[in-house]
């Protein structure tokens, strides 16, 4: 299939990723000097640590908090948790994981930092339970690869990627499969507004989530296999998309990687900027995250369209281009092959502007021509959606036409009632019926398409990736944290010594030991 | 303008012909039985004649409906209460103007969205000097210290820092409306800076696409801004409730919700 492309200049392209790697290094030593308590919690939860202590709190504390927290307590968390976790294990304190899980719960734990030979065995000890805890994330990979195989993939790109969000999982179910059966391929299951913020990952099947069904494990589970049966009966691989954002990246990855999901959310720097996440902690529990990520085979989508919600979609094109190209080298630097790294952006022009639409076309060939092998997120219109469903629908149909025109992978369908109500059951058909008219009408179109050199999408294209050339020079002249300290991106100001999450940050100590990262890191120089 | 009609009806493309669309979805297979089922609720929503011009099934046990019809119910523009902007709107340079000979400081506002909610997009767009709908917002008054304290500050934490910073005017945005989420963070908003600051309490105002401006009093704030709301009105706004005189202070609230409201709910 012949594919759009813009000759976009080759040094541009070059230095644009020079500086982006740049720009991304320092930050890149950061995160290997630190660790985080949800870091630290994701080594456990690998390791199998899973339930809540019914005693502590409302009995709604995982145990990987209550082991950590305990950990940190007594000898702080800058060694890591697993030498003094399974020293106790190898020196006979403890039986196992649950054990010592249980004295932390009655009181009775008493951790120390192993050293010499002691240290070796807590270190192999805590290096064989990663190890485990991969081969379950690995043979999850690997049976992703057969249902596809058995399945098959989506018939077409782009892939039709749709939201669920009852806040009950057991709504949740019913209605994904519906939306599967009515064309959805991807079906992302919006979480629990305010889980971000959440210093813990909650446990179970829970019916009682805020615009959204809260991440758990168990809410993974459940979704996965009712998805296997409609794949089953549907001929056709149908992929679950949830969130690996906010202060537990790195134990969503873990849960994710554990429960087969197929794609996940996770954007370098959308914490910090839209959250408030302190940006330490959230570039350290991002590489954690991606690792994991690549580990499993599953596709990161990265948030480039939130920035279009609070700046102007033409003015700050370029900083969705920065944001694109820096998200990638983390994640190319986390193990994530091309294939693997979403790069979104999103139709979020103000529809009222002279050739608007011509801008989108621009936008988004440029967002392909110099991502060709990355499975791009094509998102809907959302800022301008007024409430006039009517002309919202016409601008979905245009967001459709111009993300098949110009070749995207992941297509969000937009919804006319975006900004006025929760989707309904005929917002969903009437979008899907939209987005399968522009397929069926207009699917080979992008053959017949090819922007002239020179002339205005080209221009437009160059315009921004030049916009975003300087702007990454001033990045890598001010320093990334720096530039997010003083609003660069955005309008937020980010400094690096505020924000939430703050506390859960460590600076490693010379014998830290992170079992996860040993196994991770060793396989991925294979 | 004496002889304009207080009661109207729906108009399609006649004077009086009373024809309204809509859409629902009913949980009945689709057929005959769910048409007439759609006829039915049309009867009754006040659509006689209606005409389903359009239906189609989604999933096993659903169809969608597109009706046509007249609508029988009047209008009485007579018994409509809607609340009229009680201030007039000014330009930046009499707002800074206002504040400077009313107040001889600059008034000081502060802004953010409460709660849970991540959506700055409203109050970015009061505030932020980018503005909306082609004005510029409020960072742009000179007469104004503007502080956008961002998304998700909790209630605590805005009560402090509008104290800190002798805030006149505190702007919350509310987006996120899931099980009225906005009205319950308001209304904790309210009790929290009655309870810490009694009588000396900034100027409280929310806004957000789903707010009803006439709940002000309900919701234990001095004004409410809905959806289309301009950071010139927000400006306006301010200088009548917070200057003295010569600009005349905004009448109180009106709480009528009543309209001529002949559909059953």
């Known amino acids: 299939m012949v594919s759009t492309r813009l000759d976009l200049d080759p040094r541009l392209t070059v230095t644009a990723r020079e500086l982006a790697a740049r720009a991304a290094q320092p930050v890149i030593d950061l995160a290997t000097r630190h660790t985080t308590v949800s870091v630290e919690r994701a080594v456990l939860r690998l390791a199998g640590l899973a339930g809540t202590d019914p005693v502590a709190g409302e009995g709604d504390i995982p145990w990987v908090n209550r082991v950590v927290d305990t950990v940190r307590e007594q000898v702080g968390l800058e060694h890591g ?47 064989a339970a990663s190890a485990r805890g991969i081969a ?140 408030d996440i302190n940006p330490v902690r959230t570039f350290v529990d991002q590489r954690f995250s991606r690792m994991v990520h690549a580990r499993a085979g599953i596709i990161i989508n990265t948030g480039e369209d939130n920035y279009l919600t609070t ?32 790069l979104g952006h999103a139709f979020e022009i103000q529809p009222d ?52 025109l110009t070749d995207q992978s992941i297509l969000l369908v937009g919804m006319m009632t975006e900004a006025v109500v929760t989707p309904w059951l005929s917002d ?21 398409f090819s922007p002239p050199p020179g002339g205005f999408i080209d221009r437009r294209a160059h315009t921004v990736l030049t916009e975003a050339v300087t702007l990454l020079e001033r990045i890598v002249q001010d320093g990334l944290l720096e530039s997010i300290a003083a609003g660069t991106f955005g309008i937020t100001k980010r400094p690096a010594d505020r924000g939430k999450g703050l506390d859960g940050v460590a600076r490693i100590a010379a014998d830290h030991y992170n079992p996860a990262l040993d196994v991770l890191t060793e396989k991925a120089d294979d | 303008m004496t002889d304009e009609p207080t009661v109207v009806r729906p108009y399609g493309d006649t004077t009086g012909d009373g024809m309204v669309q809509t859409s629902f979805t009913l949980p009945v297979p689709p057929g005959p039985r769910a048409e007439g089922a759609a006829l039915q609720l049309a009867a009754k929503m006040g659509i006689e004649p209606a005409m389903v011009v359009h239906s189609h099934g989604i999933g096993a046990g659903f169809t969608f409906f597109v009706v046509y019809g007249s609508v029988r119910h009047l209008v009485d523009l007579a018994e409509v209460h809607v609340e009229e902007r009680a201030y007039p709107l000014l330009s930046p340079s009499e707002v800074n103007a206002a504040v400077k000979t009313g107040l001889h400081r600059k008034l000081v506002v502060l802004g953010a969205c409460i709660g849970t909610d ?12 980018k503005g909306f709908a082609g004005e510029k917002g409020l960072e742009y008054y000179r007469e104004l210290a503007v502080e956008n304290m961002g998304a998700q500050v909790t209630v605590p934490e805005l009560v402090a820092r509008a104290r800190a910073q002798r805030a006149d005017a505190v702007l919350v945005s509310q987006v996120v409306t899931q099980k009225d989420a906005h009205l319950r963070n308001t209304r904790e908003m309210a009790g929290a800076f009655r309870e810490a ?37 927000v400006a306006s706004y301010l200088v009548a409730a917070l200057t003295p005189a010569p600009t005349p202070a905004p009448t109180p609230e009106t709480t009528s919700t009543d309209a001529a409201q002949e559909v059953p709910a």
């Not at chain 1, 008493?110 to 807590?122: I, L, M």
């Not at chain 1, 094109?317 to 998200?327: E, I, K, R």
């Not at chain 1, 969903?428 to 069926?440: I, T």
């Open chain 2, 197 to 233: 600051m009694g009588e000396q309490r900034p100027l409280l105002i929310v806004g957000g696409p789903r707010f009803d401006p006439q709940m002000a009093a309900e919701l234990g704030v001095d004004k409410v801004f809905g959806r289309g709301t301009t950071p010139g009105e």
């Open chain 2, 118 to 129: 991540a959506h700055t997009v409203g109050i970015d767009a009061i505030l932020n000097l």
């Open chain 1, 81 to 127: 948790v697993a030498l003094p976790v399974w020293h106790a294990i190898t020196s006979g304190a403890a039986h196992d994981l649950d054990d010592v899980a249980e004295q932390v719960g009655a009181g009775t734990a008493r951790f120390t930092v192993p050293e010499g030979t002691a240290a070796e065995q807590a270190r192999a000890a805590a290096r």
């Open chain 1, 353 to 404: 502007l002279p050739e608007s639409f011509r801008l989108e076309l621009a936008h988004a060939m440029l967002a392909r021509s110099l991502f060709p092998d990355a499975p791009l997120k094509w998102m809907p219109p959302t800022k301008h959606m007024t409430g006039d469903v009517f002309r919202g629908y016409l601008l979905d149909g245009f967001f459709n036409l111009a993300g098949l």
């Open chain 1, 136 to 275: 379950r994330i690995d043979a999850n990979r690997a049976r992703r690869d057969e249902l596809v195989a058995l399945h098959g993939d989506p018939p077409r790109r782009p892939w039709i990627y749709l939201i669920v969000a009852t806040g009950d999982i057991y709504e949740d179910i019913p209605q994904a499969q519906a939306a599967a059966r009515a064309g959805a391929d991807v079906i992302a299951v919006i979480r629990s507004t305010g889980q971000s913020l959440l210093d813990y990952v909650p446990e179970g099947a829970t019916r009682t989530g805020y615009a959204g069904t809260y991440a758990t494990g168990e809410n993974f589970r459940l979704m996965r296999a009712a998805l296997d049966d409609v794949s089953a009966e549907l001929g056709r691989y149908v992929r679950l998309t949830n969130y690996a954002s906010g202060l537990c990246m790195p134990e969503i990855a873990v849960l994710a990687g554990q429960e087969r999901l197929d794609m996940m959310l996770n954007d370098a720097m959308y914490g910090i900027l839209f959250r």
């Open chain 1, 428 to 448: 969903r058909d009437l979008a899907l019926r939209n987005v399968r008219y522009v397929l069926d009408a207009a699917g080979g179109l992008s053959e017949d």
């Open chain 1, 311 to 342: 700046a102007d979609a033409v003015d700050e094109a370029h900083t969705v281009t920065v944001s694109q190209l820096l998200n990638e080298r983390f994640a190319h630097e986390a193990g994530l092959a091309d294939w693997q790294i979403g």
